[in-house]
């Protein structure tokens, strides 16, 4: 009888151990089932975060890149002051930089230089009339690599001037990349006026001082729009770009 019970005994005691050791193995693979799947939601979070802040950008580009378009191709973007035009179609590349990143104002300063291009060749200028006379191809060139400039010298004086002062980097980048583009561009309309055999001496001064009212009046224009509304857009948006 004795030894009855203690086998009786050792068997229950070893079901006890096999229940425990079941009831262990059970615990820890619904551990690690929660845990796969916690990782799995934070990678899917992660993922809709990454492609939220995608959307958010392209939609920003886009409707940038759109006023750019409208302000070039009607006169709302451009002023015409005899000889040469005031223009306002950088604003939205300088904002489009500073606020989405300097590819973005790239590609929005592409958006510029097609405006512009397609300006000089159904309404151009009394400076840019004479070189598309001569060559069109020199006028493209010319109203491309200007617009192009605009936000690379607007990021780059941004994040040199924000290490020591944040408050004028804003208006310093937004006037750097405004005169980016009138130098730029009247700095080459002058060198292809010499290179293609155009009289430049009799343009010299008329360029001279085009660019000095012309750059003032488009820096002041940039000072004033694009500081408020790049504050206001990165408040808004935070780290979401």
């Known amino acids: 009888m004795y030894n009855v019970l203690c086998i009786v005994g050792y068997s229950m005691q ?13 615990f820890s693979e619904l551990y690690r089932q929660k845990s796969r799947i916690s990782q799995g939601r934070t990678s899917e979070t992660r993922t809709e975060v990454k492609m939220n ?13 759109a006023l750019t378009f409208v302000l070039g191709m009607t006169p709302i973007g451009i002023i015409p002051i005899p000889p040469a035009n005031v223009t306002i179609m950088h604003i939205p590349v300088i904002i489009g930089a500073l606020v989405c990143g300097k590819w973005t104002g790239v590609f929005l300063g592409f958006v510029f230089g097609l405006t512009s291009t397609i300006r000089a060749f159904t309404a151009p200028s009394a400076l840019v009339s004479p070189l598309m006379g001569v060559s069109p191809i020199l006028v493209i060139i010319m109203s491309m690599v200007s617009r192009l400039m605009i936000p690379l010298v607007a990021v780059l004086v941004h994040d040199l001037i924000a290490k020591k ?5 804003l208006p310093v980048a937004a006037a750097c990349g405004t005169l980016t583009n009138t130098i730029l561009y009247l700095g080459l309309m002058l060198v292809f006026y010499v290179l293609c055999g155009i009289d430049s001496a009799a343009v010299l001064s008329v360029i001279a001082g085009v660019g000095a009212l012309n750059g003032s009046c488009e820096a002041l224009a940039a000072v004033i729009l ?10 808004f948006l935070g780290n979401k770009l």
Do not use: H
């Open 14 to 26: 070893k079901q006890k151990g096999n229940i425990r050791r079941k009831g262990e193995y059970l």
């Open 165 to 169: 002062s944040n408050k004028i980097a």
């Open 226 to 235: 694009c500081t408020p509304i790049v504050l206001a857009a990165r408040k």
């Open 53 to 65: 802040k995608k959307t958010l950008r392209f939609t920003v580009t886009a409707m940038l890149a």
